[in-house]
Every structure is written in C-alpha cells, then in structure tokens.
C-alpha cells in the first residue's frame, strides 16, 4: 500500500542485482507500487533496461564516490517528488545513503545485508565502509535484513549489528523461469557440446570468494575418470581474465548471459564452489532447474542445500574433495536424477518468489506502520515489545503461515474511509488575532467532516471556550504579538532581535515536533518573513508535505515605505518565489487573489486553489456577555443616539485610516451627531501620534474616538453592533 523504492548500488551482473526483476513482478502481482534507484553504473548495468520493460521507473543517481553530495541530494529530491513511503537497500554504499536519506526525510528505511561481514582491517577502505554502515544501520535503520542465519549471526558477532533490528528473509527466485525448459538441444549445439556429453555448469561472479580457482585445480582430476565431460563458467567479472587465462582443458567461458535457465536446461550437474558465500541466489535457480547440485558448507548455503537429500556439500577450498564428489555424480546418472527432482521440489516449496515477497511483506509492514497513501489495507499488528507475530524470537527468520491472511490485507480502521481522511496538522504562529480565528474554524470544520486533525499554535491561544473536535497543542513558546494592553515600548531594534531569535527557536522545535508525529499533511498560515524558506526547507528535508493558506497575496510590506505600495526588494521577492515554491498546494480566498499570486510568484496554476473564507460565526459562539452595545458606548463617551463609523481591525499603514478621517471630515458638516471610532492593535507601522494630529487638523478631534487596544474575542460582536457602518479603506 506504500510507494517501496528498491534502492541498490548498481544493476550490473550479480546476485543482488538479479533479484530486482523478479520481484519487481512479485510485487507488481500483489497490487504493489516500486521505483527503483541505482548510485551509479557499473558494467553498463545490464538489468535497467530489462527494469524498464517491465514498465518499472528507474533512477540512477550517476553517484561517483560516497561523497557525491549532488547525487545525495539528487535521491533526497526523489525520495520527496516521488512520495516514497519505504526505502528497502541493498549493499553497503546503497544502505549508507539510504539510512542517512531516510533519516533525513522522516521515511521508514530496510536494509538487505547480501553478504556476511569482510573481515577488512577497520582502517582499510572494506573496514570503514563496513563501520559506516553498521553505525547508520543501527542508528537510522527501521529494520535490517540478513539473507540467511549464518549471515545474521556473523553480523551480530563480527559487524556489531543490533540484534534486535536483525530479521532472517532468504531470498526467492521465478522458480517457474527454470523449471519445463525445452532449450537443452538447442543451446547445447550453439555451446559446441557434443550429444551425450556431461555438462557440469557453475554460473558466478568472477570475483574474489567465489572459489573459481578451486573448481579449475579439479577439473583436471574429473578428467581422469570422465574425459569427455565439459565445464561450462558463466559470468564476468574482475578475475575474468587471470582465470580464463590458466590452462585449463574442456572449459567454457560464456560470459555474461541473460538465458541462464536454458543455459541451466542444457546441464547436467551445477557445481558453486565458494569460498564464502552468504545466500547464494543462483543455487536456488539450479535446485528450480530440477539440477543436482555440489557446494560448500560455508555460509548460508547449508540453508538452502539439504546435504544429502538436495545436493552435495564439500568443505570449501579443497579440489581434491570437490573432484571426488563431481566425479562421483557424473558416474551415477540415477542418483543425479533423484538428486535434481528432490531439489526441483525444494525449490518450489521455499524458494519462489510470492512466499519472498510474503515474508518481505511482514518486515515492511513493521518498519512503515502507517501508509502513507489511501488504502484499505494495513500492516499486522505486533506482539508485545513490537515483535513481528510470525518472526522466529531465537534467530530473527520470518516465517511465513499458510494458515494466516496476507499480513497486508487487515483493515486500517476506517482511517482513510471517513469524510476527508488523512491527518492534517494545522500551524498557526499567533494564538490571538484573525489568523487564528480562521485556523480554528478551519480545524474544526475539517473535523466535523471527518478528517483527523491538529492544531498547533502559541500558549496565548484565545479560544479555549469554543468546542474542539480535533488536537490542540499549544507547544510554541512566542511573545504575545497582539497584548490586551497598550502597544509595547522599549528599544525597537533590540526587541526586534529578541523576538527574531524567539521566533526561529521556536520553527526548530515545531520541525522536530512535526518529525516525530509525521502527520499526512502540515498546513501553514501566511508566511511572514523571506527568511521562513529556511525552515521550510527544513521541514521539506524532513519528507513533510505541505500546504499553505495565503491570506495576503504581498505579505507585510516593508514599514517606512508608501503604504499600500508593498514595496519588496528583489531579494525578497526571490526568496519569496522560493519559499512558495515549497508547497503542494497553496489556497488564496478569491479568484482576484489567485491571479494575483500567480502573477506574482510564477508558481504553476495547478498548485494554487481559491477557496472562500469562513463566515466568522464563531464570534457570535464567543459573546461576552459583560461586553455589549452599551457597554462601550459607555466606555467611548458616546450618546445612545449616535451614529457611529467603525474602522476594525489591526491598525496598519495600509489600511487606510488617514483616508478615512479625511472622508468623515468631509461629511461632519451635514453629520453633526455622527461619531468616527477606530479601534484595534496598532502595528510597529502604524503612527498613532500621527494621526491623531491628522484628526485635530482636520478639526474633528473631538468626534474621533480611538480605542489603540487589542480587542479580545468576546468582544467583536459587540463592537459590530456598535456600528452604523463599518468602513474598511483598504490599500
């Protein structure tokens, strides 16, 4: 039900890589969504393309080093852009970098451990990758995943792996891809391989570990016994050269091969002689290929060869042992033959690639327990102490009961079945004033229809007597911007610093606040300064979505400029662009808005919605009863009888009030009863000296009454029914 990103180093030749493809079409066969992302290139990574066919999005970061911060920031921009929901890594640069990225952007990351720790001196370059690694799998990994238990416990041992991260998930393979191939003929002609001639086949990497070397110092003896027996090397990689090199008779080098199963048809016995070996994915595809098999007991391979049911086990690194018992198989056509159908069946009991992603299924489902998009299904429940219910408590192995449901396919509880659905977190800085009357009505609006919702704001919050069908955290520790008292005095420069530095404090504890609830959605108020695309970016960095309520299009114009002009400088203006920029989706109140800020911003249309302000009728919820039309006539001065013209709201520059007294001027003639009243919080912009002055030039002092306060909540009604007209000269 998430977005799974299937993060690796490279899709060149191997056995990590070869696995992308087939679950890629497990996965897409149960509903799931997958992107997959490469660090870089390698061999010209011969898997993309088949990744591509399959319909599959591939990403490669054409990382160069593990320092590459242009593609690190490159897999953060698509871990956003994409919405992925889970990371799952694969190797160790891919795993450093996806734990990292994760934590990061707050996403759920797994991690795939395909080999067992190096041994590397902890100073080497192998040593310090590997330390890097297991720091930030422990620290930043949700879940980490060890192909095999012998894998799992040389971590925990060696690697310094927390073991209670550790599950064991074997990997699986298209059992059907090799099993009722009718190639045999065919590919035996195109080989040169003569009818009737036993064909002994290993496909590996050529690499250092894969004990390529000791099946050469064998074959020599196999010839002994079985002259006209053929060997066949499928694969490339960096030993290529010195092995193909040594003069060693009756060998095939193939190469890199893309038919591995009717190269497997085409044989009669498969030999893996490694020196080390995790899980070697390619022995389960010989075991599907209905081929009896020869390895070593070494690693995981014990887990998958069933010695001597499936296959032979020899020690590792001796070709004398490995010849007896490939010369042994070779004479003995019906004990081969037991041997392949045994193995035939193993494989397609524990191997295919449905019960992987089953398995699979139960470590995502405990390592992203919330689904980031709308689905009706949801991850299983834990155990107490938040075990999986089917992992083994003893060796981590996840166990797969084909009594159970899909642990996939549980209902969410109706989360995303209500009305809107999602958790919303709404922000809004100020706890007093219109900003928060409009994020309140809003929280309780989209409650009341369904959808899972959280206020955030400042301790002074004012509407703690209305009802809150939603979460209220009043956790941002801010100056009161609007106080119930006269305008604030002192040193404006150093009260501006203060309260800059109060204000970034506090984005920093709501981003760590927001990190660790993770809701769907944050939704913020006006944006009130260029420098808030910092903690924008923080919060994008962080892998939150978000959204915008712009209530004014060119937010708090610079004070000392012409009012109402909104003169910015270009600085500001860029970064503005820049911060909108951030946002999902941005909501203006009217049409006139929306073509304003597109104009604006040059943010795409798309992105920007207007949607009609609330009616405001919580303040009819809020009447004080103390406070009535009477009251504050009483408190003005005023006589019942007169009419009154009411100007509302925070005094701004830009709001007009100079025009306004010039108006009532004109009109106090013909008026005589009619009284001017303007009342509400002077902002640092606005000269009330001034316009005092202004009124007593004008020779109407002594029908102006000013009321330079914050008006609380309880308040507003009355101060509406005061009105015979309420006039708002907008700039």
Same mark, same amino acid.
């Not at 009717?262 to 893996?272: H, I, K, M, P, T």
């Not at 007991?297 to 001796?318: A, K």
């Not at 820049?578 to 808005?593: G, L, P, Q, S, T």
């Not at 013209?645 to 010039?662: E, H, I, P």
């Given at each position: 039900?998430?977005?799974?990103?299937?993060?690796?180093?490279?899709?060149?030749?191997?056995?990590?890589?070869?696995?992308?493809?087939?679950?890629?079409?497990?996965?897409?066969?149960?509903?799931?969504?997958?992107?997959?992302?490469?660090?870089?290139?390698?061999?010209?990574?011969?898997?993309?393309?088949?990744?591509?066919?399959?319909?599959?999005?591939?990403?490669?970061?054409?990382?160069?080093?593990?320092?590459?911060?242009?593609?690190?920031?490159?897999?953060?921009?698509?871990?956003?852009?994409?919405?992925?929901?889970?990371?799952?890594?694969?190797?160790?640069?891919?795993?450093?970098?996806?734990?990292?990225?994760?934590?990061?952007?707050?996403?759920?990351?797994?991690?795939?451990?395909?080999?067992?720790?190096?041994?590397?001196?902890?100073?080497?370059?192998?040593?310090?990758?590997?330390?890097?690694?297991?720091?930030?799998?422990?620290?930043?990994?949700?879940?980490?995943?060890?192909?095999?238990?012998?894998?799992?416990?040389?971590?925990?041992?060696?690697?310094?792996?927390?073991?209670?991260?550790?599950?064991?998930?074997?990997?699986?393979?298209?059992?059907?891809?090799?099993?009722?191939?009718?190639?045999?003929?065919?590919?035996?002609?195109?080989?040169?391989?003569?009818?009737?001639?036993?064909?002994?086949?290993?496909?590996?990497?050529?690499?250092?570990?894969?004990? +390529?070397?000791? @099946?050469? /110092? !064998?074959? $020599?003896? =196999? *010839?002994?016994?079985?002259?006209? &027996?053929?060997?066949? #090397?499928?694969?490339?990689?960096?030993?290529?050269?010195?092995?193909?090199?040594?003069?060693?008779?009756?060998?095939?080098?193939?190469?890199?091969?893309?038919?591995?199963?009717?190269?497997?048809?085409?044989?009669?016995?498969?030999? +893996?002689?490694? @020196?080390? /070996? !995790?899980? $070697?994915? =390619? *022995?389960?595809?010989?075991?599907? &290929?209905?081929?009896? #098999?020869?390895?070593?007991?070494?690693?995981?391979?014990?887990?998958?060869?069933?010695?001597?049911?499936?296959?032979?086990?020899?020690?590792?690194?001796?070709?004398?042992?490995?010849?007896?018992?490939?010369?042994?198989?070779?004479?003995?056509?019906?004990?081969?033959? !037991?041997?392949?159908?045994?193995?035939?069946?193993?494989?397609? &009991?524990?191997?295919?690639?449905?019960?992987?992603?089953?398995?699979?299924?139960?470590?995502?489902?405990?390592?992203?327990?919330?689904?980031?998009?709308?689905?009706?299904?949801?991850?299983?429940?834990?155990?107490?102490?938040?075990?999986?219910?089917?992992?083994?408590?003893?060796?981590?192995?996840?166990?797969?009961?084909?009594?159970?449901?899909?642990?996939?396919?549980?209902?969410?509880?109706?989360?995303?079945?209500?009305?809107?659905?999602?958790?919303?977190?709404?922000?809004?800085?100020?706890?007093?004033?219109?900003?928060?009357?409009?994020?309140?009505?809003?929280?309780?609006?989209?409650?009341?229809?369904?959808?899972?919702?959280?206020?955030?704001?400042?301790?002074?919050?004012?509407?703690?007597?209305?009802?809150?069908?939603?979460?209220?955290?009043?956790?941002?520790?801010?100056?009161?911007?609007?106080?119930?008292?006269?305008?604030?005095?002192?040193?404006?420069?150093?009260?501006?610093?203060?309260?800059?530095?109060?204000?970034?404090?506090?984005?920093?504890?709501?981003?760590?606040?927001?990190?660790?609830?993770?809701?769907?959605?944050?939704?913020?108020?006006?944006?009130?300064?260029?420098?808030?695309?910092?903690?924008?970016?923080?919060?994008?960095?962080?892998?939150?979505?978000?959204?915008?309520?712009?209530?004014?299009?060119?937010?708090?114009?610079?004070?000392?400029?012409?009012?109402?002009?909104?003169?910015?400088?270009?600085?500001?203006?860029?970064?503005?662009?820049?911060?909108?920029?951030?946002?999902?989706?941005?909501?203006?109140?009217?049409?006139?808005?929306?073509?304003?800020?597109?104009?604006?911003?040059?943010?795409?249309?798309?992105?920007?919605?207007?949607?009609?302000?609330?009616?405001?009728?919580?303040?009819?919820?809020?009447?004080?009863?103390?406070?009535?039309?009477?009251?504050?006539?009483?408190?003005?001065?005023?006589?019942?009888?007169?009419?009154?013209?009411?100007?509302?709201?925070?005094?701004?520059?830009?709001?007009?009030?100079?025009?306004?007294?010039?108006?009532?001027?004109?009109?106090?003639?013909?008026?005589?009863?009619?009284?001017?009243?303007?009342?509400?919080?002077?902002?640092?912009?606005?000269?009330?000296?001034?316009?005092?002055?202004?009124?007593?030039?004008?020779?109407?002092?002594?029908?102006?009454?000013?009321?330079?306060?914050?008006?609380?909540?309880?308040?507003?009604?009355?101060?509406?029914?005061?009105?015979?007209?309420?006039?708002?000269?907008?700039?």
């Amino acid at each position: 039900t998430i977005r799974l990103l299937w993060l690796i180093d490279s899709l060149t030749a191997g056995g990590a890589e070869s696995l992308v493809a087939p679950f890629a079409r497990a996965f897409a066969a149960r509903g799931g969504d997958l992107r997959v992302c490469c660090l870089k290139s390698i061999g010209g990574n011969p898997f993309e393309a088949e990744l591509r066919a399959l319909g599959v999005p591939v990403t490669n970061l054409g990382a160069r080093n593990l320092r590459d911060l242009g593609a690190f920031r490159r897999l953060l921009r698509l871990l956003r852009e994409e919405r992925i929901g889970l990371v799952h890594a694969h190797l160790a640069y891919a795993s450093i970098w996806g734990a990292l990225a994760c934590r990061l952007t707050g996403i759920p990351c797994v991690a795939t451990l395909h080999v067992p720790p190096s041994g590397a001196p902890p100073r080497s370059r192998e040593g310090i990758r590997e330390s890097l690694m297991v720091r930030a799998l422990n620290r930043w990994a949700a879940q980490v995943i060890a192909v095999s238990s012998s894998a799992r416990e040389a971590w925990i041992a060696r690697g310094g792996l927390d073991p209670s991260k550790i599950a064991v998930v074997g990997n699986g393979i298209e059992v059907d891809a090799f099993a009722g191939q009718n190639s045999r003929e065919e590919v035996r002609r195109e080989l040169g391989i003569e009818p009737g001639t036993p064909l002994v086949t290993t496909v590996s990497v050529l690499r250092e570990g894969k004990g +390529l070397e000791v @099946l050469l /110092d !064998a074959i $020599p003896e =196999v *010839l002994e016994s079985h002259p006209n &027996a053929q060997f066949l #090397v499928v694969g490339d990689g960096p030993l290529r050269d010195a092995l193909s090199s040594r003069p060693t008779a009756r060998v095939i080098w193939a190469g890199f091969r893309r038919d591995v199963p009717a190269l497997l048809a085409a044989s009669d016995l498969f030999v +893996l002689p490694s @020196l080390a /070996d !995790a899980y $070697p994915t =390619v *022995l389960m595809e010989a075991m599907a &290929a209905g081929l009896p #098999v020869i390895s070593t007991r070494t690693g995981g391979i014990p887990e998958i060869v069933e010695h001597p049911r499936t296959g032979r086990l020899v020690p590792p690194g001796d070709s004398k042992v490995l010849a007896r018992a490939i010369s042994a198989l070779l004479g003995s056509p019906e004990e081969r033959k !037991a041997l392949g159908r045994a193995a035939q069946e193993q494989a397609e &009991a524990r191997f295919s690639t449905k019960a992987w992603v089953e398995r699979l299924a139960v470590v995502y489902a405990e390592a992203a327990p919330h689904p980031l998009t709308p689905s009706p299904i949801a991850p299983p429940s834990t155990g107490r102490g938040g075990t999986i219910p089917n992992r083994d408590s003893r060796t981590g192995s996840i166990v797969q009961d084909a009594s159970q449901a899909s642990p996939l396919s549980r209902s969410v509880g109706g989360r995303w079945e209500r009305g809107l659905g999602g958790e919303v977190t709404i922000v809004e800085f100020a706890g007093r004033g219109g900003m928060i009357h409009y994020a309140y009505q809003l929280a309780r609006a989209m409650a009341e229809a369904g959808a899972d919702v959280t206020l955030i704001t400042d301790r002074h919050y004012e509407l703690d007597a209305l009802p809150h069908p939603f979460r209220l955290r009043k956790i941002l520790r801010l100056w009161d911007p609007k106080p119930a008292g006269e305008a604030g005095s002192g040193p404006r420069r150093l009260r501006r610093l203060g309260r800059a530095f109060l204000y970034y404090r506090e984005w920093l504890r709501l981003a760590l606040h927001l990190h660790r609830e993770r809701p769907d959605l944050v939704q913020l108020g006006d944006i009130r300064f260029p420098g808030d695309l910092v903690p924008l970016l923080l919060l994008r960095l962080l892998g939150l979505r978000l959204a915008d309520v712009c209530h004014n299009v060119f937010p708090y114009a610079t004070a000392g400029q012409a009012a109402g002009l909104f003169r910015r400088s270009a600085l500001d203006r860029f970064l503005y662009r820049r911060i909108y920029r951030r946002f999902e989706r941005v909501f203006v109140h009217f049409e006139d808005n929306r073509r304003g800020f597109l104009a604006a911003y040059g943010i795409p249309s798309e992105r920007v919605t207007a949607i009609p302000h609330g009616n405001e009728a919580i303040f009819e919820e809020l009447r004080d009863p103390a406070v009535d039309e009477h009251a504050l006539r009483t408190s003005l001065g005023l006589d019942s009888d007169e009419p009154i013209v009411l100007l509302f709201g925070t005094l701004s520059r830009y709001k007009g009030a100079d025009l306004l007294l010039s108006a009532f001027a004109r009109i106090a003639p013909r008026l005589p009863q009619a009284r001017l009243v303007l009342a509400g919080f002077p902002s640092a912009d606005f000269d009330l000296p001034a316009h005092q002055t202004l009124a007593r030039e004008l020779g109407i002092e002594d029908r102006v009454r000013w009321a330079p306060r914050y008006v609380e909540s309880g308040e507003v009604a009355a101060w509406m029914a005061l009105a015979s007209v309420a006039v708002f000269p907008y700039r």
